[in-house]
Structure formats: structure tokens, C-alpha cells
């Protein structure tokens, strides 16, 4: 089945250093991507909406100059926390649909950052 | 989207069925529901989704009431692997897939 791979897994990075996190469709192309971020025992939050060749859509309250995004590629979007600070210490999460699926999303396993 | 409504726990014996039960009673014609859940510290997993018959995969059944105003998750033997936060989530298909979750249920499956 369809399979969405993230990179890295977990990451520890030190206050106002830049962490840049993968997102890959393996077996299909995505021409949108969507990055959630989850806070503990809290549900998951969309940030952002990923689009290849254009610009990403922010939800209200996401800093886009904190939180860039990148879809340069059909099966590649990034995400990169500038300045991280202990704040953005999160499970950061991106998903892809299929076009030629079930109109499912499909869920990468996720990105634990933590900022020291 | 319609807003949905679960509740935040249940508990299941292993190897008997786990019904999670889901209200949607705003739901429109043109929504489906949809069915994610979310094992620890992982990313969600699709399960199932519907319009207003009722579904089956190798994973799950989808019950949906004939008004669709709520719907029922079944899992007919619940194992412990299945322990994990379960997502009902209404939304238009096409309303460029974006997914929103509410809280969802915590299922815990006990040995």
C-alpha cells in the first residue's frame, strides 16, 4: 500500500538552531502534503497545507517565517523550524493523499523534536 | 466539516468486539465519515471511511445509521495492538483532503 516516510524520527537540537524535517510519498506523487503538529495528550493540529510548485497555505496562528516549507517535488516536501526555541518541542507529523487511492490521507510515523 | 462527537475513553476486553460509538448529527448529504486512529507516538492510520452504507475491510466495520447522524467503529476482536486513539471525522471528500481532529477516543484494549 501507499507509504508516506518521514525523516528524521526524532531530532534534539540546540535553542535558535534550524531543523529541517522530510516528508516522502514512496509509491505515488503527492501534489499536496499537510503537516500537523501534536502537542502531548493533545489531538493533532494542522500548520500548513504543502503544494508542489507554489507556495504553502499556513493555518491562522503559524508563523510561515518559522515554519518553512518547501514542495519542490511530487514526493518531496520539507519543513524546516528556524530559530527553534523549547516552545516548538513537538511531534511534528506530515500526510499526502493519493490521487489514485481510496481518497484516503496517508500518515508518516512522525517527528519528535526537541529543543534544548 | 461537520463537527463530531466521541467519547473520550472506552475499554475493551482482548479478542471481544469494540464498538466506538460517533455523533455527527450536522452532518450534510455530500460528507463522509471517515475513520483514522493514532497508536502511541506514531502517525494516524486510515481505517475506514463512508457515505451512508455501511463498510467492511479487513480491519474494521462501519455502521452508519440511516439518518447519519452518528455511526458506530467495530472492531469485531479487538487485540492489544489495537490500544490507540480513535479519529471519526466528517468531511466533504473533495474539500482538498484535508483532515481536521477533534479529541477522539482513547481504546484500551486489557489482556
Known amino acids: 500500500g501507499a507509504v508516506v516516510s518521514q525523516h528524521p524520527s526524532w531530532v534534539i537540537c540546540k535553542s535558535g538552531t534550524s531543523v529541517k524535517i522530510e516528508c516522502r510519498s514512496l509509491d505515488f506523487q503527492a501534489t499536496t502534503m499537510f503537516w500537523y503538529r501534536q502537542f502531548p495528550k493533545q489531538s493533532l493540529m494542522l500548520m500548513a497545507t504543502s503544494n508542489e510548485g507554489s507556495k504553502a497555505t499556513y493555518e491562522q496562528g503559524v508563523e510561515k517565517d518559522k515554519f518553512l516549507i518547501n514542495h519542490a517535488s511530487l514526493t518531496l516536501s520539507t519543513l524546516t523550524v528556524t530559530s527553534a526555541h523549547p516552545e516548538d518541542s513537538s511531534f511534528y507529523i506530515c500526510?499526502?493523499?493519493?490521487?489514485?487511492?481510496?481518497?484516503?490521507?496517508?500518515f508518516g510515523n512522525g517527528t519528535r523534536l526537541t529543543v534544548t | 466539516d461537520a463537527k463530531t462527537t466521541q467519547p473520550p475513553s472506552m475499554d475493551c476486553a482482548e479478542g471481544r468486539a469494540a464498538n466506538l460509538p460517533c455523533n455527527h448529527s450536522?452532518?450534510?448529504?455530500?460528507?463522509?465519515v471517515y475513520w483514522y486512529r493514532q497508536i502511541h507516538s506514531q502517525g494516524p492510520q486510515y481505517i475506514i471511511h463512508?457515505?451512508?452504507n455501511n463498510e467492511t475491510n479487513e480491519m474494521a466495520s462501519l455502521i452508519i445509521t440511516e439518518d447519519r447522524k452518528s455511526s458506530t467503529l467495530i472492531l469485531p476482536h479487538a487485540t492489544l495492538r489495537d490500544t490507540a486513539v480513535y479519529y471519526c471525522?466528517?468531511?466533504?471528500?473533495?474539500?482538498?483532503?484535508?483532515?481536521?481532529f477533534g479529541e477522539g477516543t482513547q481504546l484500551t484494549v486489557n489482556p
Open positions: 471525522i466528517v468531511r466533504v471528500e473533495t474539500s482538498g483532503s484535508r483532515l481536521t
Open positions: 500526510s499526502a493523499r493519493d490521487p489514485t487511492g481510496i481518497q484516503a490521507l496517508h
Open positions: 463512508g457515505l451512508k
Open positions: 450536522t452532518i450534510s448529504g455530500n460528507e463522509y
